[in-house]
């Protein structure tokens, strides 16, 4: 019997098989659970990449489309699920984050307003938006897990992403503050660089892949998402009824280690 036999899990950031959200949605299933997946912009990928989930591709687990920057969609959520036979939701996982290429690279001092603006309603309030979205088909034991990347340094390239994820951060923590009376957990899992699509799209970011294995205590695969994604699934689970707020990092340990030991093994 898997950690989350009987849970119904939405999970979404799913693109490709290199997607976190995939290999969170892998593990959801290998664990009992029954996952919903949202797509945005391309559900029909998302659909094709579904196919090969353990549910496999005669019975991939359903998709919805759902633009989390769009009011009417999240508006329609609560309401799309039940169609589909989902009258509850136990877990959310949240893969969801996007800046355009002019908040990331080194421009950090020449970004407008328009585009931080758009980095930080997709990637942290798009949390809050979410979860309130799905918020009436969550009862109590709840669990909301995010996807993070460690926003208490200031990294190289990463600009306002980087100031996206410290929202998302400060976003999880006042959710968790206002929905635990409600018996709903909130929790972030801080991963080290992933060779994904996402990351890809970031200039320069080759630099922190390069670097991360040579500093990490534990040393670090860009192209393993299984630790990732194990930790995603244990906080959707039960076993940890009593953890919010929290940020978990996996990441091979570099979190501990001082900056300036990264910094010079990286140079």
């Known amino acids: 019997m898997g950690i ?27 664990q009992g659970a ?14 094709r990449t579904a196919k090969r989930l353990p549910s496999g591709p005669d019975s991939p687990p359903p998709v919805l489309e759902l633009d989390v920057t769009d009011a009417g969609q999240l508006g329609a959520l609560a309401g799309n699920l039940r169609e589909l036979g989902f009258d509850r939701i136990d877990g959310i996982m949240h893969a969801i ?3 355009p290429q002019n908040a ?3 421009n950090f001092l020449e970004t407008e307003w328009e585009d931080v603006a758009t980095a930080v309603h997709a990637s942290a309030f798009s949390l809050k938006s979410l979860t309130m979205a799905c918020l009436p088909l969550m009862k109590e034991g709840g669990s909301v897990v995010g996807l993070d990347f460690d926003a208490t340094k200031a990294w190289p390239v990463y600009d306002w992403m ?13 959710l968790a503050k206002y929905l635990g009376p409600k018996g709903i957990r909130v ?7 992933l060779a994904t699509m996402a990351a890809k799209s970031i200039p320069g970011f080759e630099g922190m892949t ?6 990490a205590p534990l040393g670090w695969d860009i192209k393993d998402s299984e630790p990732t994604a194990r930790a ?7 076993w940890f009824p009593a953890t919010t707020g929290e940020i978990l990092h996996v990441d091979g340990g570099l979190h501990a280690i001082g900056a300036a030991s990264s910094q010079t093994a990286g140079a």
């Not at 390069?210 to 500093?215: A, F, L, N």
């Open 210 to 215: 390069e670097m991360w294995p040579h500093v």
């Open 97 to 99: 984050a996007f800046a």
């Open 187 to 193: 929790n972030l899992v801080a991963a080290g660089p």
């Open 34 to 47: 029954e996952v919903v997946l949202t797509a945005y912009p391309r559900p029909t990928l998302t659909a």
């Open 4 to 30: 989350l036999e009987g849970k119904r899990i939405l999970v979404t950031g799913v693109l490709t098989d290199a997607s976190i959200g995939f290999h969170v949605a892998r593990i959801a299933q290998e």
């Open 104 to 106: 990331l690279g080194g």
């Open 232 to 238: 995603c699934a244990a906080l959707l689970s039960d």
């Open 162 to 174: 980087g100031v996206a994820k410290a929202g998302l951060e400060s976003c999880a923590r006042y």
